[in-house]
């Protein structure tokens, strides 16, 4: 069974902090990608990694960075968190070129303050 | 431009009552779309893929090329379908990734 893991289900932080999200997951994908889920806006990428060490931004990266220094761990960086960015963060994982479906996590739901 | 539409975003039916959930999509080659549902505090979870051809949890959805659309549909609703849907099309062009439709609440009343 797949298992997909996000560190935090939830997280309180303030404006202007580093915040970093954590995502693992368990069956050698190589492909993971991070969303974050808006009511009334779906899921929107953020950004997505196909490989250890390589990233591609999705749809709205702007203000956030990612991490992939191992194969099963894509992490999630808001540099200097800002109040617009209190969502809910979806991380998921697939094989290659979506050969089966995403797995997604939890979800970590971020409040900034 | 690729995108996925869904015009509904609460869809509230009576138990027993048939259920269709719209979604309408953009994209020039050939699509592959998914269901996608999240019922209350679970995860994101794959419901039924266009390719497979398959009824999952009595859900059934036919992709209509000439609409553009993928309709999600049950003939009897029960309440244990209250959740969240997402209508998605994949791009295998650009690594698998997924366009998310906006999402629709379904609300099953007894």
């Known amino acids: 069974d797949v298992k997909v893991t996000q560190s935090s289900r939830y997280l309180v932080k303030r404006t202007g902090e580093k915040v970093f999200l954590e995502c693992v997951q368990d069956?050698?994908?190589?492909?993971m990608f991070w969303y974050r889920q808006d009511p009334g806006l779906g899921l929107r990428l953020i950004y997505f990694?196909?490989?250890?060490?390589?990233?591609e931004k999705g749809d709205i990266p702007e203000g956030y960075s990612v991490s992939r220094e191992k194969k099963e761990r894509f992490s999630l960086i808001l540099e200097s968190a800002s109040t617009n960015q209190t969502s809910m963060y979806l991380c998921a994982s697939s094989l290659p070129a979506g050969k089966e479906t995403q797995y997604f996590g939890p979800g970590t739901r971020l409040l900034v303050l | 431009a690729q995108r996925v539409t869904q015009p509904e975003k609460l869809l509230s039916v009576f138990k027993g009552a048939p259920v269709e959930l719209k979604c309408n999509y953009s994209y020039s080659g050939s699509p592959e779309l998914f269901w996608y549902v999240q019922y209350s505090r679970q995860r994101l979870q794959l419901l039924l893929r266009?390719?497979s051809r398959e009824s999952i949890k009595g859900f059934t959805a036919d992709l209509n090329k000439g609409e553009t659309s993928f309709h999600l549909k049950k003939p009897f609703a029960q309440e244990e379908d209250s959740a969240m849907y997402y209508c998605a099309l994949i791009l295998y062009n650009q690594g698998g990734k997924l366009i998310f439709g906006q999402g629709t609440e379904l609300s099953v009343k007894p």
């Open positions: 266009h390719i």
């Open positions: 990694s196909y490989d250890v060490k390589m990233k």
């Open positions: 069956m050698d994908h190589e492909n």
